[in-house]
């Protein structure tokens, strides 16, 4: 079992061009309430800026010259256009097969990897963020990723370990400061896919999944959404506190 699926084309060329469109509105909006300073700004251990804006939060890219954004999260909120996913059957059906249960609400986020600029984010899984978060209930969550742009390998699409959820937590890397990345030894790159789609296409896999996702640089973005769902009727990420010590307890 590979533990993740790959809708190819799901969304139609109209319905990514819109969806383009909200992102990007989206992003200056949240942008220019961050450049009026409305914002709660917190560093972590490795020196990623996190501005907090009107509830979302904007991740900004650690190594580019001037600013550029990494993610928002969450975001759902922000559009209808937005909200309305979360009840797509396309995405909810596939999504409650996956996990085992009628889908519901975590967290919506936006990824930019911007042309040229777009980091690479190393070898981790979701987990144990969401451990941190959720406690045992993170093992229910599984992420849905719409692909707003072709992705391709020189743009830095998704790299998967096949078949690793089944191992559970892995061991993390001993010398990364926030504790959350995944130990490089521990990989096994041999087996590692690189899912390559067209725009509209949508890839699933649960929190315990490895993976990574390399540089953009190319000139052109890579824009994504990414709907966390879990197993409906549970607090959703905005009500839970993040603690860290709870990493303790995992292996």
Not at 46 to 68: M, Q, S, Y
Request: aromatic share 8%; hydrophobic share 45%.
């Amino acid at each position: 079992m590979t533990g993740y699926v790959v809708l190819e084309s799901l969304f139609t060329a109209a319905e990514v061009e819109r969806l383009r469109g909200v992102a990007e509105q989206v992003h200056a909006e949240v942008v220019a309430a961050a450049e009026a300073g409305e914002t709660d700004v917190t560093v972590w251990p490795d020196g990623h800026r996190l501005e907090k804006v009107r509830g979302t939060t904007i991740h900004w890219e650690p190594d580019a010259v001037g600013k550029a954004v990494r993610s928002l999260s969450p975001v759902s909120q922000l559009h209808p256009a937005l909200d309305e996913l979360w009840d797509e059957p396309r995405l909810v059906d596939p999504m409650s097969s996956l996990i085992g249960a009628r889908a519901g609400r975590f967290v919506a986020k936006l990824n930019f990897k911007r042309a040229g600029v777009g980091s690479e984010f190393a070898w981790h899984q979701d987990f144990p963020y969401w451990y941190c978060c959720a406690g045992d209930a993170a093992y229910d969550i599984a992420t849905a990723i719409v692909m707003l742009d072709d992705n391709t390998v020189a743009n830095g699409a998704m790299t998967l370990i096949p078949g690793s959820p089944a191992n559970g937590p892995v061991r993390r890397d001993p010398r990364e400061p926030t504790g959350l990345l995944v130990d490089p030894t521990a990989v096994d790159v041999a087996r590692a896919v690189t899912v390559e789609a067209p725009a509209g296409s949508v890839l699933m896999f649960p929190g315990l999944m490895v993976h990574r996702s390399a540089p953009n640089r190319t000139a052109s973005d890579r824009r994504s959404l990414l709907y966390c769902f879990q197993p409906a009727g549970r607090p959703e990420l905005s009500a839970l506190t993040y603690d860290p010590e709870r990493l303790a307890a995992l292996p």
